[in-house]
């Protein structure tokens, strides 16, 4: 049986439109690195969540993509700070879904 692309496993790794989403949809503000890690959870969140993009809701986004994201990368943060007292990043602060 031969598989389509929609079938693949890796499918989603090749498609852009959650991603183009989210930077259309988030502003995020603080570390470069905490930025970046919150809009690739969100991402990977938004794919898994609602896989067709033409049935999300802004609120549902903020609520079950870019607020678990965020506490994910809260606690990586939280992870780094106990394991070295000088690493104090700036508050991560989402600034909002647009």
């Known amino acids: 049986m031969l598989r389509t692309d929609a ?24 570390d470069v690195r905490d ?28 609520r079950l993509c870019v607020e678990p994201a965020r506490q994910a990368r809260g606690m990586i943060r939280d992870q780094l700070r106990l394991r070295d007292p000088e690493y104090q990043a700036p508050p991560l602060a989402v600034e909002g879904v647009v």
């Open 7 to 30: 079938v693949r496993p890796h499918a989603l790794r090749r498609r852009t439109e959650s991603a183009d989403f989210v930077a259309s949809h988030l502003q995020v503000d603080g």
């Open 35 to 62: 930025c970046k890690a919150v809009e690739r959870l969100s991402t990977a969140m938004l794919r898994l969540v609602f896989p067709d993009l033409a049935r999300v809701d802004l609120d549902d986004f903020r």
